[in-house]
């Protein structure tokens, strides 16, 4: 069976993965923070679809949760998901600086590392992926969250296009950029999202089946929803200055 690794695997989109990768019969590799609820997700994902899931507990806002991710991925997996990430309660500087360069350490540092991890044995089988989550914020003004979802995106077609110029069109790297999606995040960022109109909201289950078809057909980039792509497209028309003010303000009220 072909293995996957999910980061934050257990809550949200990471957990939408893990439930749709073992239907379509993958074993998994499961690594969040919380050693309890991960052991309950691993178990009832292996009861329910009849594949074995691994458990890393790690916390790769440091480097030892880092070093253990990547000693794991060595190890052999055939799909890398990157979802492992973060929001932070406030603007630039209603933030305290190490919360603003754990999240880099979280959504940057870590992503390479585990993307350099996985490939060298995906290039030597001649086969896999890495899906590494962004957002739509990487096209937006959005303080350290949008840069650092930006890095992903730059960093993820730079090393896609750096495998396709070594001939190998079976491994593939992309970025995942979803736009508003109902999960924990959002409660754990202390956002306040009673505003974003309904049509704004995509389910879990949508943004991971685009996410695959479009690793599937070697996309770079992945944009879930009509509603998005058009988003993403009008950003690239509108005058930077004024596309940096309406983003800056947009879905970004803190509790």
Known sequence: ?????????????????ARRLASDGFDLVLLARNGERLDASARDLSDRYGVRAETVVADLATDTGIEAAEKRVRDGVDLLVNNA??????????????????????HCEAVLRLTHAALPGML???????????????????????????????FS??????????????????????????????????????????????PQDKVVDT???DLRRGADISVPGAQYKAIVALSRMVP????????????????
């Not at 069976?1 to 993965?17: R, V, Y």
């Open 85 to 106: 990430g973060f929001g932070n309660n406030g603007t630039f500087l209603d933030v305290p600086v190490n919360a603003e360069t754990t999240m880099l350490k979280v």
């Open 157 to 202: 077609r730079g090393v896609a296009h750096d495998i396709a110029a070594k001939g190998r069109p079976n491994v593939r790297v992309m970025a995942l950029c979803p736009g508003f999606v109902r999960t924990e995040f959002h409660e754990r960022a202390g956002m306040d999202v009673q505003g974003i109109p309904e049509f704004l909201w995509l």
């Open 240 to 255: 930077q200055g004024l596309a940096g003010r309406l983003s800056s303000r947009a879905g970004r009220r803190y509790d």
């Open 124 to 154: 030597e089988r001649g086969r896999g992926g890495v899906v590494n989550v962004s957002s739509v914020a990487a096209f937006a003004t959005r303080g350290t969250y949008g840069a650092s979802k930006a890095w992903v995106v730059s």
């Open 211 to 213: 996410a695959l078809r």
């Open 1 to 17: 069976m072909p293995t996957a690794f999910i980061t934050g695997a257990t809550a949200g989109i990471g957990a939408a993965f």
